[in-house]
């Protein structure tokens, strides 16, 4: 949603601007073709997304329009604005959820499809694995997490068979997982069965529902009057914080919605871009 999203923005020509999930850099190519002498914060807390976007970039790059790579996660985007230099920005975009670069990246451990090694960490610096979620978390909280993040009506059964299975031995690659859970609940339609539970693991292993509320609360405080907050996200949990947060705001007057109701990618968009189904995005403008 790369039209919807840099419209959403209102790119201002010197204008700074935070792409709080930078990826391979497609979103921050576009702020920085819309504006010859903007400043963009790109930041990331995966180091290869960072060196991706770092060559995508580079093209664009002038003493005029100047690019700052940050690798962090966006919770952390307040001190990185501040470190720069900085203390207003005019614009603020999450793209939430795994990017391709880490689902097609070897040995990362975020797709059921691979036979690599249990990890789903996006900063790599980060001690939790999927691995020791999977090995060592109690089988209620196991239970919790396959519900609570995935959606998952199986979540009880799957978190039993799991401990069942580790008892034996260590459950530690991705296609072992999955197995296992396809033998548990057996395939449904067209969506893999481990799809919910591999969602819920990166969840909790990256944190990302928790920082989401608090990184949106700290990004409206640093926006400029008419700046804009725009969020894509991918499952109804992170839409429902987004959505909440945004209420939040407004109720307290910071924030003024600009996308009553989610804006969603057309069958265009779905048919070239099949990734891109679940996206909700909204946007809102600081007071």
């Known amino acids: 949603m ?4 840099l419209e959403a923005l209102k790119i201002k020509e010197s204008g700074i601007y935070i792409d709080g999930t930078t990826g391979l850099g497609g979103h921050a190519e576009g702020i920085l073709k819309n504006a010859q002498q903007c400043t963009l914060i790109a930041m990331d807390s995966d180091e290869l997304a960072i060196q991706a976007a770092r060559e995508r970039l580079k093209t664009f790059m002038s003493e005029r329009r100047k690019v700052h790579f940050v690798r ?6 307040k001190t990185a604005v501040n470190e ?7 614009g603020i975009l999450l793209d939430l959820g795994v990017s391709t670069l880490q689902l097609k990246a070897e040995d990362r451990g975020f797709s059921f499809l691979r036979d690599e090694p249990l ?3 996006m900063d790599k610096r980060q001690r939790l694995t999927a691995a020791e979620i999977v090995n060592r978390y109690p ?3 196991l239970a919790h997490i396959i519900w609570q993040y995935g959606d998952e009506g199986f979540s009880r059964k799957l978190a039993r068979v799991i401990v069942t299975a580790r008892k034996k031995k260590p459950v530690s690659a991705c296609l072992e997982l999955a197995e296992i859970i396809e033998r548990a609940i057996g395939r449904r339609g ?8 591999f969602q819920a ?26 700046g804009r907050f725009c969020v894509l996200s991918y499952h109804s949990l992170e839409d429902r914080i987004v959505k909440n947060s945004f209420k939040k705001l407004s109720a307290e007057g910071r ?22 189904r679940s996206a909700k995005f909204r946007a809102a403008e600081a007071l």
């Open 139 to 141: 089988e209620k909280d």
């Open 72 to 77: 962090d996660n966006f919770s952390n985007m």
């Open 190 to 197: 067209r969506i893999h069965p481990a799809t919910k539970t």
């Open 84 to 90: 720069l230099g900085y203390e207003k920005v005019d």
């Open 2 to 5: 790369l039209t919807e999203v």
């Open 201 to 226: 693991l990166r969840i909790e292993v990256n944190k990302e529902l928790a920082v989401l509320t608090a990184a949106i609360d700290e990004g409206a405080g640093l926006l400029n009057k008419g």
């Open 119 to 121: 990890d789903m960490r």
């Open 255 to 276: 924030l003024s919605i600009i996308t009553k109701k989610p804006l969603v990618p057309d069958r265009e968009e779905i048919r070239t871009n099949p990734s891109s």
